[in-house]
């Protein structure tokens, strides 16, 4: 244990949450012009805790995470410009900093998730004035008691929805529209049917790079692969080789072994094969194509806005290429999106 950092069971937090915050903490000591998050350069500088995962995670999926953080702030600064009082609800808030980027003074917050979250977010960041953390699922109807919606309520749910089956998000709309009529929510959505921010299904962000761009790619997340699979368990390890759908597989469960392999691949069966690796990582259980599609389940959902997560966001020359081209290719073709809607 480093002597005066904070230490944390990891069974508390989930990577789903350590990952952005190391993400968020990194582009802001990089590219401060873009987006800085002053509280996740101090959690992660606090926390005894091995951040190593986060160099497995590809750079334009840490910014994506990143880029996603800057959506929502902007939406909550115009919700509590009109709404100075209002109950903002981070739901599945995990380390997220949020508040200490937008706080007007007098809004009042709410974080909400799973007690074994809440219980390190007490540890690291005791709740401050006008902040309040709810220990519950958003599945749970109950937390909503727990909102004074009379200044009015504004939501978000930042990479939690994909976790859920479709059934189970639609019952969390007719929960909201039930507790909170005129309420607003903001998260953000994959098309899961393409599935193409992992480097699957149909045309590919990275198809529309050079030849040596495109092999430098790969190269790049092999050499993230390879850092991950150093610090996986084995049964991490074994999940990540079922998963794949290439014409051959590696003999052996060593990374020499998938060394081996790799080299033997065309650059088509690659492509093919990172795909498989990454799917077998990120899960995606919901996806959403067109949030009109949300009107369908209940006629008190109106959309406000949706766009793609990149929307406005500079393509800034220090950031790296491989960001530059996902973020022109998502902004084209919609796969990650930001969603506003009202209940």
Known sequence: MNRGKAKIKSSGVPQTSLLPLHGRAKISREHSSLFYDAKAVELVERIDYDFSMSDAVPDYLLFAAVARAKQFDDKVRAYITVHPRASIVNIGAGLDSAFYRVDNGTIHWHDLDLSKVIDVRRQLLPEP???????????????????????????????????????????????????????????????????????????????????????????????????????????????????????????????????????????????????????????????????????????????????????????EPSLSRSIRQFMDYNDRNGRLKIVHVRV
């Open 129 to 315: 004035d006008r902040v309040t953390y709810i220990a519950k699922s958003f599945l749970d109807p109950s937390w909503c008691e727990e909102v004074n919606a009379q200044n009015g309520v504004f939501m978000i749910a930042a990479g939690l929805f994909h976790y859920f089956e479709e059934a189970q998000i639609r019952q969390f709309f007719s929960l909201l529209a039930d507790s909170f009529p005129s309420g607003e929510i903001v998260f953000d959505a994959e098309s899961k049917s393409d599935n193409a921010t992992a480097g699957g299904g149909g045309e590919r962000w990275s198809d529309e790079a050079l030849p040596e761009q495109r092999e430098a790619m790969q190269a790049a997340a092999m050499e993230s692969l390879k850092k991950r699979w150093k610090i996986s368990p084995q049964d991490r390890k074994d999940a990540m080789l079922r998963a794949l759908a290439t014409p051959t597989k590696p003999h052996g469960v060593g990374w020499s072994d998938v060394e081996v392999w790799w080299n033997q691949l065309s650059v088509k069966e690659k492509e093919m094969a990172l795909h498989d690796f990454r799917t077998s990582i990120v899960r995606v259980d919901w996806g959403l194509k067109d949030a009109n599609d949300l009107t369908k389940w209940d006629n008190r959902i109106t959309v406000v806005d949706q766009f793609p997560m990149f929307t406005n966001i500079p393509r």
